[in-house]
């Protein structure tokens, strides 16, 4: 005691706890008065604490106490499987449809023992919802689905043979329990606890301002102001669908305060008549007291109800219900906890379940039962009760007066005798959950029990101190034996596993079973003696003891009369009774026969209806890149329209004019082909020549060998078509665009041949015929074809069938092939050359033996021998007697020219006649023959001595020959190679000889040609090689550990990005699969949600740091720091597509298991979708859930990922290489959408309709650093460049000269991108610098291969007035860096440049020779220079370049090579012969004969593998060798391709750094 001071001290502690409760009522008072509006805060009226709607602060204690929200308190310990909240299910106990067919099926019928009436069991009910409320599911949902036996007669399989699960979820519980077995789960009572008209006035504030009219102190009424107002908006009343009419929606269900006070009419009815009681108060206390307002008229009112409502339910209700009398009131105990249990819950419920009858009268006040009208218009003596739950505007309920005869036969009406039986309108069809319309009531309430883990009968029995049962024959003595053997067989006669709720109700007779009948009593008594606002506390201020006394002697009839029209005696005094004596007894009692049948369980399918229009949005949504496709296609076909009409206006002025005595018309080629538009021109020279639009040649048909022209004239469709028949060669097929034009001509062709002693003949037939007498080109090609097969067979003896003949080709079709003969152009086209060419006309004369113009199979067979195994001699003879024109034996000067010419012909005539006679000097100068006029074939022969290795290789090359016939084609290359067989340069690398090389190069042979002598045979050695292990496993290890080493950089960072997308998803995945908060989403929808989340947080890092890759001057400043050794920068564009080709895949995955989780949602019932989309959605019992396109396109998420697919279509398809390439402006406008993109990606993650918003995390670091990049870029956009110099350049290159901005510095290979705004478009294009980095001046050589710089070279193209003309100005951003700027960190480097892809050589090649000459510190030590272009004419401005280098490369630093491609087979004779003099003129006058250059020209492709191959044997000491290709992405794979093939072994490594374009 000495601790707690005393006495005194205790006596000052409770002094001390009284004042403080004083205060804190105080203060309760204050704060209800401020949470009152102003007008009831200046009033008086309100002189006591008004009670909160949410029972918050009744207890001032315990707060939380019986308030909204709170946790059902236990009186058993709970019963859970594991012990924390797992229910105990089947096997362990019974099915519960079981249960109730066994032990709760019965005839019904039968009167209750007690005459209690049926307005007393649905008061119970409207009580019930005043106290208690767990209907609610929970959050995430679980389900415990109640499995229907097979043989069950209501339930059973449905037409499918399919088992029925009738779902059933369980309720909401408390977050914080659950947990452990010394916290198991709580649920939660959503409603009050209080008997404070929570079922009148809600059990919120929000609730009751829905509920109030705001108007006199009343509640909101209807039209009627009998009845309350129509639910709507965030009222949340529960509005399940009719299950007999399906009826839904709001439409037709009263705003009560109870949420399911519309659940059957006649709790409606209950709910009609405390709403009409309130507003008869309001209206009484608005007459006494015409001053208040409507605060103080409600909240008196609200006072007045809920105290009446509180004496009916303790002391008239409860007697009747348990046959008890509660103990007189005793005052307030604030120590009692009245929480609600979950045992008074299944007790209440299902006692009253047993009570309720099948049908319920209506009557009116002069005891008249009136029958009802059905939905079908047929009558009944009573309303279904099955047929009535959740009716919307019941037609039988229309009026007050309706109402009030319901509630009259309710009074009058004896209910359900108090047994185990429950009528089927409960038992079969109670409003069912989910899809299913109808579900078992005894069934869900046995699976709610086990939900609530209720113990077991006997555990109750114990707990409660009440005596156990023995024995199953103890259960209850009027039970009947077969149903307490079936029910103790289901138990397995286990009285530990007999349920609470199944016993209770088994146990009941007359009155509730003692257990339940101790429940309710012990629960009413607690709510009572804890409840501070009791209206018979005269401690809270509420009443006085006058009012209390006045409200004591205040029935539930005294109500009725109160708001009803009838009068007293027209109702029994006690209405929860009727007795014998008592008015209007009811006709007889209701049987389940006598009543209309109930409407039938229906199974309603949510996706019913959508499926066609899912699949169609599906499939419209993957068409998006179709769609994007054919815009794409549009654009490109426009741009392509306008890119020819640039290049027609530019052809115009050379376009050569057609003559006037041409006839137009249109040639056919043959089916399926189309007609193009020709001109026929006939010539005195008996011949007649097709021309195209160009009034270029595309046939001659020589008719001097005709002696008869055949002609055929269609005779139907306008008779516009003719066949003119050409022996040997294709017929022409002309169309003609009347009748009257192929008349004339005709006419005129007639006329010809009159003049020409041809015989013509003219004959008529169908089109259809015509068209398939026809030889067509088509048809002629496979008769050449055949044709060279058996020609090339027999040359070179080569098995028909290797040849590719075909045993199926008939002897007919190979007769007919060899019996063809060739006309001069059909010759020509075999050789591509032109029929004019001087080379065919040699040619063709030669071995045109019978002069007849054709060359037939054994002509050509006779020179093609010669050709293919003839010797050296053989084919200078040949060569000799072709252009021997005079035939005197004798090869004059002239004659020699003319076969040069013929040769040159080729090359497009890149000699002109002085160099041509330069070039034939020089030959008979170095021959010894300057003082001859002729050759003989002796002299001729001597000419070619140096060069009789090519001769013998020669050939002739036929255009098309299969690939079989060239196997014996030498394809050996020039390049560089040590074997000692020839001389050498200064640097020790071998020109070939004859012997080594081949005739189409010469080997990498240097400039300045310097005799030297052998060196020692040391100097040369071949390098050393590691030889492959024998084993391909091994070497396939090899070749993948080469990789790794090449690539290493690449691997690594790709591998990094890869690791760290797979971590995003698969913490997503795991986090949605395992961790995910309580909303129930993974359990509903794991495979779509993991696809869907996982890529979604992959996607958002992938369309985050792209950004990145697009830094371009970021990128240009840390490739030069040692971050380069680790990142490969160069590759940032491929990074660049790389990334944007995953994002797009995941993106489609993203989507595609949005499709998923959109399908599942739209069958997911409402309590499961309220859970995972709480913000969302309000599970208000409707159950239907939305449709699949309110998920595309009426949600923010659903809406914007549509538009991004749209986006990301447009955006895909027009960056494509193809799309680019012919529409770059819309490739850079579409590509501006990336703006959009990331504004619809952040409006799409930040709904947060499933995680908080994330998106921001990945892109908020990217998106600061580029958008500092892209500050710099438009810092040096908007400064304007004079361009000092436009010059137009042969084949399309414009090369402009422009200041050099301030403080611009740049290395050579690198790139700008500059914009015209002349062009009236601001998008910038990238090219590379041509100038080097000491010139003062900036330049670029740009083709015109597209609108954009076709449009750019016609503005520079303008002719200058005068000196001062003034170009448009440039916009200039950049300098940007990449791969070929390295060229200078190897010690050999080769630069391989095609078409206008040379251009960064041009600034590397100018660099280098600066550079060295000027003494500066080089690592290169050689470069090695590969120009691939179609002819040396095309970029003759780069052969200036070269010239320039040549001039200044003293130390011999550049090795270059050209490859000219245009020139035909390298052992063709022309080529050869063009060898031939190549080589001469390099001997003589040390430049070539085409470029005039000093470098060497090579015909054809260039050799690449070989080529890199001779490079380690050449620099064995180079460990390291940088490739630099830039031009066609069909070149630069060939060159990587062949990095890849030489790095598969271990010697010099070649590091491959490329641009297309």
Not at 72 to 90: I, K
Not at 701 to 712: A, F, R, S
Not at 1156 to 1175: D, Q
């Amino acid at each position: 005691m000495s601790n707690w001071g005393g006495p005194e001290a205790i006596t000052r502690f409770l002094r001390k706890e009284g004042e403080l409760l004083k205060d804190i009522g105080s203060l309760r008072k204050e704060r209800t008065r401020n949470s009152l509006p102003a007008g009831a805060q200046k009033s008086l009226n309100i002189s006591w604490e008004v009670q909160r709607y949410d029972g918050w602060f009744n207890n001032l204690r315990h707060h939380e106490r019986g308030s909204a929200g709170s946790k059902l308190q236990r009186l058993v310990p709970a019963t859970y499987s594991d012990g924390v909240y797992q229910p105990l299910e089947e096997p362990y106990l019974p099915n519960p449809r079981t249960i109730s067919n066994f032990a709760m099926k019965g005839a019904s019928g039968n009167s209750s023992l007690r005459n209690r009436t049926v307005l007393g069991v649905f008061f119970g009910y409207h009580v019930l919802s005043e106290v208690v409320s767990v209907e609610r599911p929970g959050c995430p949902a679980e389900f415990m689905n109640i499995r229907i036996p097979k043989d069950d007669e209501v339930f059973g399989p449905n037409q499918t043979g399919e088992d029925v699960v009738l779902p059933f979820q369980r309720s909401q519980w408390d977050s914080q329990t659950g947990q452990s077995p010394n916290n198991p789960r709580d649920q939660i009572n959503e409603v009050t606890s209080w008997l404070d008209g929570s079922a009148i006035y809600g059990s919120s504030h929000s609730w009751s301002d829905a509920l109030r009219s705001f108007s006199g102190g009343k509640l909101a009424s209807g039209p009627d102001p009998d009845f309350p107002k129509d639910t709507q908006g965030s009222l949340l009343m529960w509005t399940a669908p009719d299950p007999s009419t399906k009826q839904d929606g709001p439409q037709g269900l009263y705003a009560f305060g109870a949420e399911r006070g519309n659940q059957n009419p006649f709790l409606q009815a209950v709910g009609l008549l405390w709403f009409r009681y309130h507003n008869f108060w309001a209206q009484r206390l608005a007459e006494e007291h015409k001053d208040w307002g409507d605060e103080e008229l409600f909240q008196h009112a609200r006072k007045r109800v809920i105290a009446t409502y509180q004496n009916i339910v303790l002391y008239e209700w409860l007697p009747s219900f348990v046959n008890k009398t509660p103990p007189a009131y005793e005052g307030y105990k604030s120590f009692l906890d009245p929480s609600i249990s979950p045992e008074f819950l299944a007790a209440s419920q299902q006692f009253f379940s047993t009570m309720v009858p099948p049908g319920v009268y209506m009557r009116n006040a002069s005891c008249h039962f009136q029958n009802i009208t059905e939905e079908d218009q047929n009558s009944a003596i009573a309303i279904r009760v099955c047929n009535s739950y959740w009716n919307r505007k019941n037609p039988n309920l229309d009026s007050a007066e309706a109402v009030d005869k319901l509630l009259l036969g309710m009074a009058s009406q004896i209910s359900e005798r108090e047994d185990r039986i429950v009528v089927q309108d409960l038992r079969d069809y109670w409003p069912g959950p989910g899809k299913f319309s109808r579900t078992d009531y005894v069934a869900s309430s046995i699976q709610r029990g086990r939900d609530l883990g209720l113990p077991s009968y006997n555990q109750a029995l114990e707990a409660l101190g009440l005596e156990t049962l023995k024995n199953w024959s103890t259960l209850n003595p009027k039970l009947e034996p077969n149903v307490l053997e079936e029910i103790a067989t289901l138990y397995n006669w286990s009285l530990s596993l007999l349920e609470m709720l199944p016993g209770g109700l088994l146990a009941s007779y007359g009155n509730p079973a003692p257990l339940f009948s101790t429940i309710v009593f012990d629960q009413f008594v607690r709510l009572r003696d804890g409840d501070r606002y009791w209206f018979e506390n005269t401690k809270n201020g509420l009443f006085t003891k006058e009012e209390i006394a006045e409200i004591q002697n205040t029935s539930l009839h005294d109500v009725l009369v109160n708001v009803t029209n009838i009068s007293h005696d027209a109702l029994q005094s006690s209405v929860f009774f009727w007795h014998e004596g008592d008015p209007c007894p009811q006709p007889q009692q209701l049987t389940e026969d006598i009543l209309p049948p109930c409407a039938p369980m229906t199974v309603l399918d949510y996706f019913k209806g959508s499926g066609p229009g899912f699949g169609l949005t599906i499939v419209a949504l993957f068409c998006l890149p179709l769609v994007s496709l054919f815009i794409a296609w549009v654009v490109a076909h426009f741009r392509g329209r306008e890119f020819k009409k640039l290049q027609k206006k530019e052809k115009q002025n050379s376009k050569k004019e057609i003559p006037m005595e041409v006839v137009p018309a249109m040639e056919w080629p043959g089916p399926g082909m189309r007609s193009s538009p020709v001109y026929l021109e006939l010539l005195p020279e008996r011949s007649l020549r097709v021309l195209d639009e160009q009034s270029s040649m595309i046939r001659s048909i020589q008719l001097q060998p005709l002696k008869q022209m055949n002609l055929i004239q269609s005779n139907n469709h306008g008779c516009r078509t003719l066949l003119l028949k050409i022996p040997k060669e294709y017929d022409l097929v002309l169309m003609f665009n009347s009748e009257e034009e192929l008349g004339t001509f005709v006419q005129h062709l007639r006329g010809y041949c009159g003049d020409w002693d041809l015989d013509f003949g003219l004959s008529h037939m169908r089109e259809e015929d015509l068209f398939k007498k026809a030889v067509t080109k088509q048809q002629r090609e496979h008769i050449l074809e055949t044709f060279f097969r058996h020609l090339f067979a027999q040359v070179l003896d080569i098995d028909q069938a290797e040849a590719g003949i075909r045993h199926s080709d008939s002897s007919q079709k190979v007769r007919e092939a060899l019996a063809c003969e060739l006309s001069r152009a059909e010759f020509a086209e075999s050789l591509g050359l032109k029929p004019q060419a001087m080379f065919v006309e040699s040619m063709f004369s030669l071995a045109d033996k019978d002069n007849n113009g054709y060359l037939s199979f054994r002509e050509f067979l006779d020179i093609l021998v010669i050709f293919m195994k003839g010797s050296s001699e053989d084919k200078s003879q040949l060569m000799f007697t072709m252009y021997d024109l005079d035939e005197n034996g004798f090869l004059s000067k002239e004659e020699f020219s003319t076969m040069m010419r013929s040769f040159i012909e080729i090359s497009n005539n890149c000699l002109s006649k002085a160099q041509l006679a330069e070039v034939v000097e020089s030959m008979f100068r170095e021959s010894g023959f300057q003082d001859k006029e002729e050759l003989t074939w002796e002299d001729f022969h001597f000419m070619l001595r140096d060069h009789d290795s090519e001769l013998r290789f020669t050939q002739l090359c036929v255009k098309g020959v299969p690939d079989i016939f060239k196997q014996n084609i030498s394809n050996r290359v020039s390049f560089i190679n040590k074997k000692r067989t020839g001389g050498m340069n200064t640097n020790g690398v071998e020109i070939l000889s004859s012997e080594t090389s081949d005739p189409g190069s010469t080997g990498t042979r240097n400039r300045f040609v310097k005799k030297v002598t052998t060196r020692a045979p040391r100097l040369y050695t071949e390098a050393q090689r590691e030889k492959l292990p024998g084993s391909q496993f091994s070497q396939k290890l090899k070749q993948f550990k080469r990789f790794v080493e090449n690539y290493r950089r690449h691997i690594v960072c790709v591998a990094i990005f890869s690791a760290i997308c797979a971590g995003l998803f698969a913490e997503r995945a795991y986090y949605y699969a395992f961790a995910s908060p309580s909303s129930g989403i993974s359990q509903t929808t794991l495979v779509g949600l993991i696809i869907s989340r996982g890529t979604a947080a992959s996607v958002s890092f992938m369309f985050s740091y792209i950004l990145l890759t697009m830094c371009r001057n970021l990128i240009t400043f840390l490739r030069e720091t040692f971050l380069n050794r680790y990142v490969p920068f160069d590759a940032a564009v491929d990074f660049h597509r790389w990334v944007a080709m995953a994002a797009l895949i995941l993106a489609i995955l993203h989507s595609a298991g949005h499709v998923v989780n959109v399908f599942i949602f739209s069958i997911s019932p409402l309590s499961v979708l309220s859970c995972i989309f709480p913000n969302v959605f309000v599970n208000n019992g409707s159950q239907l859930p939305q449709k699949f396109y309110w998920w595309f396109f009426e949600t923010v998420p659903g809406m914007t990922g549509v538009l991004l697919l749209v986006v990301l279509a447009i955006m895909y398809v027009f960056a494509s290489h193809h799309f680019r390439r012919r529409s770059f402006r819309g490739f850079w406008l579409t590509h501006h959408l990336y703006i959009l993109l990331y504004i619809l990606l952040i409006i799409h993650g930040s709904y947060a309709l499933i995680q908080l918003p994330r998106f921001h995390i990945y892109f908020l670091i990217p998106a600061l650093i580029y958008g500092g990049d892209k500050l710099v870029s438009l810092s040096r956009k908007k400064v304007e460049i004079s361009v000092v110099k436009a010059e137009l350049l042969p084949s399309g290159v414009t090369h402009l000269e422009f200041q050099r901005p301030h403080g611009f510095e740049y290395k050579s290979g690198q790139w700008v991108r500059i914009a015209c705004l002349s062009l009236g478009t601001t998008e910038y294009h990238p090219f590379t610098l041509t100038s080097a980095p000491h010139e003062d001046t900036l330049s670029l050589h740009i083709r015109a291969v597209g609108p954009w710089t076709t449009r750019l070279r016609e503005i520079y193209s303008l002719p200058p007035g005068n000196s001062c003309t003034i170009y448009p100005k440039l916009y200039l951003d950049g300098p940007f860096g990449e791969g070929h700027q390295e060229w200078h960190k190897f010690e050999v480097s080769v630069l391989v440049g095609g078409g206008i892809g040379v251009t960064p050589f041009a600034s590397i090649l100018k660099d280098l020779v600066f550079k060295s000459s000027v003494n500066s510190q080089l690592l290169c030590k050689k470069i090695y220079f590969i120009w691939v272009t179609r002819t040396q004419r095309q970029f003759e401005w780069l052969a200036d370049i070269i010239r320039e280098v040549e001039e200044n490369d003293l130390q011999e630093l550049v090795s270059v090579h050209i490859y000219i491609t245009q020139l035909a087979e390298k052992f063709d004779l022309r080529t050869t012969m063009l060898y031939i003099c190549e080589r001469h003129f390099q001997k003589v006058l040390n430049r070539s004969l085409f470029t005039g250059l000093r470098s060497i020209t090579h015909f054809g492709r260039p050799p690449f593998g070989p080529f890199f191959s001779s490079l380690q044997e050449v620099h064995p000491e180079v460990r390291k060798i940088g490739v630099f290709s830039c031009g066609p992405p069909g070149m630069t794979k060939n060159v990587e391709k062949a990095c890849q093939l030489i790095n598969r072994q271990d010697q010099a490594h070649f590091i491959h750094h490329y641009e297309n374009f």
